[in-house]
């Protein structure tokens, strides 16, 4: 039998008014809010660690834990920071949950500031999605409005202020150190660890940074209990995940599913590849973690057996290559993207970034030469746990990942180029007079 | 343009918003690109004004972050996204596509001032591939001709609709939004079937989260 789909997060998407405060009261939303403020903030906590919530960033950290890290008592502000900077190649969730539902990700926001005591949140959004910010703050809005954000909500004692902060355009400001120092006002490079966030953060006090969609899971945990959340997912990754398949598939989009389902199953969900077609090779989360090819389809898409299989779930959003795509041409793109987003910081991935680019981009035009196949896995290996943050790893993997299953064709675009080997008009998902 | 006393009062409401005002820096600059098409010296000088730091310190900042333009961008910023999944699977042709009918190119806007193109990253769109963006606002799933057709609109004045967002408006309303999110737009249509999909599937076989 195969894995149902469980729309939790993304369940009234359908309802035109959910955006709204009063549509998302309909559907029973606030209610865990309520439930929460008449709780002790540290039940909460130990709520969300018994969960086994784990971080729909990437890295996937335990989220009660993070919380647990943040002293109290120490007389210090704390602050929530919610990271909504979503700009890895590949992911498109984050997104999605601010347009349909923001109002879960403010309830989380409220209820996870109550259970660290900041009276301070901030949403720090990319700014380069203008719909995303105005949901968000039009929710923040109403929700002060009704007395859910303020001064002595619900009678609770408890005071909070939300922020929606829009960001600028730099795909390193997803990093959670480079967030801080931007939304501070300064240029987003990332900060040397320890301290961590969770002891001096913002404004060099206690923080914690959470994802979108970690948030989000937070007032349905509060609402429906630590056993129904277990009820999904695996022991070591419990819960759903507001999976989105891209790519060269029948209908992609976003798909709700406990985690433990395969990749198989997810793209039977988006009705298999497009005619004609078939998988060559496909990513679990965002461009920074390895891909895989049909072979591990069959999968759980799991923290553990996605580590175990060589790569990461990373931000859950699976992309999917059919055979039309160069994968030189794929991996080349992806490391352009990284150079161009190189905060700059370090050596290694600022220079390194710029000469790896630099080598595939021959190879893409089939000026490749053999031996500098080897240079490239020099070039990554140099980069790889040297440089000052994950983006420089993340930089590193793509070709290394590539070569594993496709030696061939970078040695094919010694004399080949990319677009001889591929007729990139067959990879469109467009045709005849629309591709012109 | 000197920015005008307005807009400084606008800024400091921007900066009363944090618990340190210098935190408040890039909505300032979105704000002051709002005004003036583009960062200008001014620009710089009264967010430095205003926060009481030095112009170089706003510039160091202005000059890390892509969305801030130092070269006005006229009527319409229009983003295509040559990100791998995006390019690969068309964004290329749209993005030959709309140099050819706008005489713009990478950074560079048309000759009449209209349109400023850019090819942009990720737009955590992907689902919607290929993407291209006018004012920022979402314009999902073109095509090289669907996207010349847009051009064509906007250049002829017709009220043209984001595929997830509001009408479009023009570049330094978008910017405008970004310093002060609560521009009134907020009941733009913007879910549309590829992010139903699941739920719909889910609904034909009675699939649900309520209990596992
Ligand atoms: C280059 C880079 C970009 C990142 N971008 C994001 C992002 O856009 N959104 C996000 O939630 N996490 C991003 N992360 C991960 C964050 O640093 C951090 O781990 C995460 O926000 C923690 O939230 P979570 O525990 O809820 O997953 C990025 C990390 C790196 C190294
Ligand atoms: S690894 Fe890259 S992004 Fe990270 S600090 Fe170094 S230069 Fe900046
Ligand atoms: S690759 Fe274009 S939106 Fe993600």
């Known amino acids: 039998m195969s894995t149902p789909l469980t729309p939790v997060i993304t369940e009234f998407w359908d309802r035109p008014d959910l955006y709204t405060l009063d549509g998302y009261r309909a559907v029973g939303g606030y209610r865990a809010l309520e439930r929460a403020l008449t709780m002790d903030p540290d039940d909460i906590i130990a709520q969300v660690k018994d969960s086994g919530l784990r971080g729909r960033g990437g890295a996937g950290f335990p989220t009660g834990m993070k919380w647990g890290f943040v002293p109290?008592?120490?007389?210090?502000?704390?602050?929530?920071v919610v990271n909504?900077?979503?700009?890895?190649?590949?992911?498109?969730?984050?997104?999605?949950?601010?347009?349909?539902?923001?109002?879960?990700?403010?309830?989380?926001?409220?209820?996870?500031?109550?259970?660290?005591?900041?009276?301070?949140a901030f949403i720090y959004i990319r700014g380069e999605v203008p719909n995303a910010i105005r949901k968000v703050e039009f929710a923040v809005k109403q929700?002060?409005?009704?007395?859910?954000?303020?001064?002595?909500?619900?009678?609770?004692?408890?005071?909070?202020?939300?922020?929606?902060?829009?960001?600028?355009?730099?795909?390193?400001?997803?990093?959670?150190?480079?967030?801080?120092?931007s939304l501070e006002g300064y240029r987003g490079q990332p900060r040397l660890k320890p301290p961590f966030p969770a002891v001096a953060g913002l404004y060099a006090s206690p923080t914690v940074i959470n994802n979108v969609e970690t948030i989000a899971n937070v007032p349905y945990i509060v609402d429906r209990?630590?056993?129904?959340?277990?009820?999904?997912?695996t022991e070591k990754s419990p819960?759903?995940?507001?999976?989105?398949?891209?790519?060269?598939?029948?209908?992609?989009?976003?798909?709700?599913?406990?985690?433990?389902?395969?990749m198989r199953e997810l793209l039977d969900y988006a009705g298999g590849?497009?005619?004609?077609?078939?998988?060559?090779?496909?990513?679990?989360?965002?461009?920074?973690?390895?891909?895989?090819?049909?072979?591990?389809l069959d999968l759980p898409l799991t923290y553990e057996s996605m580590a175990e299989a060589g790569t990461m779930l990373g931000t859950g959003t699976p992309m999917v290559f059919d055979q039309t795509t160069s994968v030189v041409k794929a991996v080349t793109r992806w490391l352009e993207f990284y150079k161009h987003e190189s905060c700059g910081k370090c050596t290694p991935c600022r220079e390194g970034t710029y000469w790896i680019t630099g080598v595939l981009e021959k190879f893409e035009h089939g000026h490749g030469q053999e031996q500098e196949m080897e240079t490239l896995t020099s070039l990554c290996s140099q980069i790889s746990g040297r440089s000052f943050c994950a983006l420089g790893d993340a930089a590193a993997t793509p070709y290394p990942a590539a070569m594993k299953y496709f030696r061939d064709e970078f040695l094919a675009a010694t004399h080949t180029s990319a677009d001889e080997q591929f007729d990139p008009v067959a990879s469109y998902v467009f045709a005849g007079a629309a591709a012109r | 343009m000197p920015i005008s006393d307005s807009t400084r009062e606008q800024m400091r409401e921007i900066a009363a918003r944090y618990p340190s005002a210098r935190s408040a820096l890039l909505p300032m600059l979105h704000l002051a690109q709002s005004e003036e098409d583009e960062i200008t010296?001014?620009?710089?000088?009264?967010?430095?004004?205003?926060?009481?730091?030095?112009?170089?310190?706003?510039?160091?900042?202005?000059?890390?972050?892509?969305?801030?333009?130092?070269?006005?961008?006229?009527?319409?910023?229009?983003?295509?996204?040559t990100n791998t999944l995006c390019g690969l699977l068309g964004g290329d042709a749209v993005w030959d596509s709309l140099v050819e009918a706008t005489g713009a190119g990478h950074n560079t806007a048309s000759p009449d001032g209209e349109f400023f193109l850019e090819r942009i990253e990720c737009q955590a769109a992907c689902t919607h591939a290929p993407v291209m963006t006018v004012d920022w606002e979402f314009m999902d799933d073109v095509t090289p001709g669907s996207a010349v057709e847009v051009i064509e609109s906007l250049r002829r004045g017709?009220?043209?609709?984001?595929?997830?967002?509001?009408?479009?408006?023009?570049?330094?309303?978008?910017?405008?939004?970004?310093?002060?999110?609560?521009d009134g737009l907020a009941d733009a249509p913007s879910v549309d079937d590829k992010m139903l999909a699941g739920l719909q599937i889910a609904k034909e076989r009675g699939m649900t989260g309520g209990n596992a």
């Not at chain 1, 900077?85 to 996870?112: Q, R, T, W, Y």
């Not at chain 1, 209990?225 to 997912?233: A, H, K, N, P």
């Open chain 1, 273 to 296: 590849m497009r005619d004609g077609s078939e998988v060559k090779f496909w990513i679990p989360g965002g461009s920074s973690v390895p891909m895989l090819t049909p072979e591990h």
């Open chain 2, 41 to 81: 010296t001014d620009g710089i000088n009264a967010c430095a004004e205003v926060l009481d730091i030095t112009p170089a310190e706003v510039t160091a900042v202005a000059t890390f972050y892509t969305m801030y333009k130092r070269e006005r961008v006229g009527k319409h910023h229009i983003g295509v996204c």
């Open chain 1, 84 to 120: 909504a900077d979503e700009s890895e190649p590949g992911a498109c969730k984050d997104i999605p949950i601010m347009m349909a539902n923001p109002h879960a990700l403010v309830e989380g926001v409220i209820i996870a500031s109550y259970a660290i005591r900041a009276n301070h």
């Open chain 1, 225 to 233: 209990g630590v056993e129904w959340f277990r009820g999904f997912g």
């Open chain 2, 158 to 182: 017709e009220s043209v609709q984001a595929t997830r967002g509001p009408a479009i408006r023009d570049f330094q309303a978008t910017e405008r939004t970004l310093a002060f999110p609560d």
């Open chain 1, 143 to 181: 929700a002060k409005e009704a007395g859910l954000i303020g001064s002595n909500i619900q009678g609770s004692g408890f005071d909070l202020d939300v922020v929606v902060h829009s960001g600028a355009g730099a795909y390193i400001c997803g990093e959670e150190t480079a967030l801080l120092d």
């Open chain 1, 72 to 80: 109290q008592g120490d007389g210090k502000p704390h602050y929530l």
């Open chain 1, 239 to 262: 819960g759903f995940k507001v999976f989105a398949v891209s790519g060269h598939v029948k209908r992609p989009g976003i798909y709700e599913a406990p985690l433990g389902i395969t």
